[in-house]
């Protein structure tokens, strides 16, 4: 069955440091891994977009890694904001699919 | 551009009342989709479209009619509203299979 798992469910840091979020999946054939970042009460707002052949890819101060042989990716947010408080969702597609398989999400709280 | 709206935001319902969630994009997309968010849960797909005239059934389908007459316009018709559809739905577009999803603002729907 395909799917996605996130950890942790919740994370909470202090303003200016760095966390990662990890997403393990089982979707087959692999097409693409989407990070969203969804701010309490509004839609999700992509992140990053890595197809199979990409290992890594940023948008500011969020950097993805994936590693299709392991099916494993991870989102890593460097000097974290208080603006970065959201819930992060991993999404990954399988090949020949308009069809997207979301993870639950991990709620991060920076305080500061 | 506005990108994609919903309409209403908030709605309220009564078991067996009928209503439909309007959903709009002006990115010219051909792909677009409904999802539910409910607590605990990734969103699930509902029904989605890659063009217009042409619909197809996601996840959780059931309960739940769509209609695809423009490029820019998919509505969501509930037939005949159950309390297990009290949930969040987001209407979603993208220009195609590799490219990012645009989500809208949401309409938090609660069934009496």
């Known amino acids: 069955k395909n799917q996605v798992e996130q950890s942790p469910q919740s994370l909470i840091i202090l303003e200016g440091k760095n966390c990662t979020l990890q997403c393990n999946y089982t979707v087959s054939p692999f097409s693409n891994l989407r990070w969203y970042k969804q701010d309490t009460g509004r839609g999700p707002v992509s992140l990053t977009i890595m197809t199979f052949s990409e290992n890594t890819k940023s948008n500011g101060r969020y950097t993805a890694t994936l590693d299709a042989d392991t099916k494993q990716s991870s989102l890593h947010i460097t000097a974290s904001q208080l603006s970065d408080s959201a819930s992060y969702i991993c999404v990954v597609s399988a090949t020949g699919t308009y069809k997207y398989i979301f993870g639950t999400g991990t709620r991060l709280k920076v305080l500061a | 551009n506005a990108g994609v709206t919903q309409t209403p935001k908030f709605q309220v319902l009564k078991t067996g009342q009928s209503m439909t969630l309007q959903c709009a994009q002006d990115m010219n997309h051909e792909y677009m989709s409904w999802y539910r968010q409910d607590p605990g849960m990734g969103l699930r797909l509902i029904h989605y479209?890659?063009?217009?005239?042409?619909?197809d059934q996601g996840e959780v389908p059931n309960g739940y009619n769509v209609s695809r007459s423009t490029t820019e316009d998919f509505p969501l018709r509930l037939l005949s509203a159950a309390p297990s559809q009290t949930s969040v739905y987001f209407c979603?577009?993208?220009?195609?299979?590799?490219?990012?999803?645009?989500f809208g603002p949401g309409t938090r729907l609660t069934v009496l």
């Open positions: 479209s890659v063009g217009a005239g042409i619909t």
């Open positions: 979603a577009s993208s220009s195609g299979a590799p490219g990012p999803q645009y």
